[in-house]
């Protein structure tokens, strides 16, 4: 019989247990407007910074171009966004903010807000802000997750480092 051992800390577990108990709470507080924070997020930055590519987007957000087009479909389905091609390049598709967009970013900022003070109240401000800090250092790796070439490790795989 093969024994197996426990891998050992795991980042990506840890960040995703956290980001679905943090996403969790943000959901909840925008759920009266009906957006899920995900959707709020998006709404927000266009409404900062205005009409963009989706893959532009999805840059700005960390996200794949095809998991953007996908969390598009509904904000433009409820007329929150439009997803036009660009006039500059036919291959691109700008999307924009539309006013009833607006609209819903408005009535979830202070929603939002809650959740923020909230999350803060019980963890800290402080830390939670060296949080995003060290989130935002995450994302200055290099692993370069939406590459064409997948990653390869140059060891043992770890199936085979955990038999026993």
Known sequence: MTTRTPVGPCNNLALRKAARYLGATYDRALAPIGLRS???SILQLLSVR???TISGLAELIAMDRTTMATNLKPLAREGLVTIEPSAA????????LTPAGL???KAGLPLW???QERFEAKFGA???????????????TGL????????????????EAVQA
Do not use: M
Not at 89 to 96: F, G, H, Q, S, T
Not at 127 to 133: G, K, M, P
Not at 153 to 158: D, F, H, N
């Open 50 to 52: 205005g009409e963009l």
């Open 113 to 115: 807000q809650q959740a």
């Open 126 to 140: 402080a830390e939670a802000a060296e949080l995003r800090a060290s989130l935002d250092a995450v994302l200055d």
């Open 38 to 40: 995900t959707q709020f």
């Open 89 to 96: 390049d036919r291959r691109a598709r700008l999307v924009a």
């Open 144 to 159: 370069q997750p939406w590459a064409e070439q997948p990653w390869t490790a140059s060891r043992q795989e770890p199936s």
């Open 103 to 105: 609209a819903k970013v």
